[in-house]
């Protein structure tokens, strides 16, 4: 039997693995969810599965008019109206927004996911009363999203956020005898290349190991494997590096992390050291906190988009 939620909308967060659509209720308490596998290298596939879990949520909860907040990986031309460089490669170059618009014909609100994240803890999650804040995703990429008052900054291109694609400087690539990689943006030396859970992966490797995700160098250096342990130095200095930037740059109050990494809570202790270890005597290190509502985040700062929109 269907279940009335008063003022419900939903969110809707598109990943490179599943897509995940979350209820909220007036107080954004997520009410219902599901998440289903994103289809790959079917773009028609996809926009069905959107029309598909949207329906099933409809029906499940007795609405046929919520509003919807929707996350899109990569960026957004805001001429073209085409999605870019999306971790999901059967959107790049299509009109994402447009489309979902036609087959959905109801509200709908569009942001980047890892932005979505940001706003979502900075509205009743772990920066929640914090006059601004950072979110930092790191996961199989790296990027995030700055709030400032509640407030989503989305910059002029929408790209706000985008610390990942900053550049490591040559002299600590050095330090570390770490090559100057390629990234899929068509730039070199991203920082997401190197303190992204599959950089930790990639710093290993480069040192003669095998490990093929961050999980498998946490493992290894618990168990007291040298070079996963140094593995681990490494990317922790180019971290505190880059989140040191961060501090330089926004100055937040707060930095959230999320992502697969953030699971790891070693890095918790450890990273204000690494970051103060970039920046000059006198400036203070943020709090670097978990996430409160997880890899909900982005579903549901997309519900937020729609539920309040003027949180954009």
Same mark, same amino acid.
């Given at each position: 039997?269907?279940?009335?939620?008063?003022?419900?909308?939903?969110?809707?967060?598109?990943?490179?693995?599943?897509?995940?659509?979350?209820?909220?209720?007036?107080?954004?308490?997520?009410?219902?969810?599901?998440?289903?596998?994103?289809?790959?290298?079917?773009?028609?596939?996809?926009?069905?599965?959107?029309?598909?879990?949207?329906?099933?949520?409809?029906?499940?909860?007795?609405?046929?008019?919520?509003?919807?907040?929707?996350?899109?990986?990569?960026?957004?031309?805001?001429?073209?109206?085409?999605?870019?460089?999306?971790?999901?490669?059967?959107?790049?170059?299509?009109?994402?927004?447009?489309?979902?618009?036609?087959? $959905?014909?109801?509200?709908?609100?569009?942001?980047?996911?890892?932005?979505?994240?940001?706003?979502?803890?900075?509205?009743?999650?772990?920066?929640?009363?914090?006059?601004?804040?950072?979110?930092?995703?790191?996961?199989?990429?790296?990027?995030?999203?700055?709030?400032?008052?509640?407030?989503?900054?989305?910059?002029?291109?929408?790209?706000?956020?985008?610390?990942?694609?900053?550049?490591?400087?040559?002299?600590?690539?050095?330090?570390?005898?770490?090559?100057?990689?390629?990234?899929?943006?068509?730039?070199?030396?991203?920082?997401?290349?190197?303190?992204?859970?599959?950089?930790?992966?990639?710093?290993?490797?480069?040192?003669?190991?095998?490990?093929?995700?961050?999980?498998?160098?946490?493992?290894?250096?618990?168990?007291?494997?040298?070079?996963?342990?140094?593995? $681990?130095?490494?990317?922790?200095?180019?971290?505190?590096?880059?989140?040191?930037?961060?501090?330089?740059?926004?100055?937040?109050?707060?930095?959230?992390?999320?992502?697969?990494?953030?699971?790891?809570?070693?890095?918790?202790?450890?990273?204000?050291?690494?970051?103060?270890?970039?920046?000059?005597?006198?400036?203070?290190?943020?709090?670097?906190?978990?996430?409160?509502?997880?890899?909900?985040?982005?579903?549901?700062?997309?519900?937020?988009?729609?539920?309040?929109?003027?949180?954009?």
């Amino acid at each position: 039997m269907a279940e009335l939620i008063a003022n419900a909308c939903y969110g809707i967060d598109i990943g490179g693995t599943k897509i995940e659509l979350v209820a909220c209720d007036a107080a954004m308490q997520v009410s219902w969810r599901r998440r289903v596998a994103t289809p790959q290298g079917d773009y028609d596939g996809f926009l069905q599965a959107v029309v598909a879990l949207v329906a099933e949520a409809d029906a499940a909860l007795g609405r046929s008019d919520a509003a919807i907040g929707i996350a899109l990986p990569g960026v957004r031309d805001r001429r073209s109206g085409r999605q870019l460089s999306a971790n999901v490669p059967a959107l790049t170059g299509h009109s994402v927004a447009a489309d979902l618009q036609a087959r $959905l014909q109801r509200s709908l609100h569009f942001g980047n996911d890892l932005q979505c994240f940001a706003l979502s803890e900075a509205h009743g999650g772990a920066a929640d009363g914090y006059p601004s804040m950072f979110g930092a995703i790191l996961g199989t990429g790296a990027g995030g999203g700055f709030c400032l008052q509640g407030r989503l900054l989305s910059g002029f291109n929408g790209l706000a956020g985008e610390w990942g694609h900053w550049s490591v400087p040559g002299h600590l690539l050095q330090r570390h005898g770490l090559p100057l990689i390629d990234c899929a943006c068509g730039l070199q030396g991203c920082v997401e290349r190197y303190v992204s859970g599959s950089g930790v992966a990639m710093i290993e490797r480069h040192l003669g190991g095998s490990a093929t995700d961050a999980s498998a160098v946490i493992a290894l250096a618990e168990a007291g494997d040298a070079r996963a342990r140094k593995a $681990l130095d490494i990317h922790r200095d180019l971290l505190g590096h880059s989140l040191a930037a961060l501090v330089l740059a926004l100055d937040p109050h707060v930095i959230v992390l999320g992502g697969g990494l953030s699971q790891y809570a070693p890095l918790y202790q450890q990273l204000p050291a690494a970051i103060a270890a970039h920046l000059f005597n006198g400036v203070q290190v943020p709090p670097i906190v978990p996430p409160r509502f997880g890899d909900a985040g982005g579903a549901r700062g997309a519900a937020l988009l729609a539920c309040q929109p003027s949180f954009s």
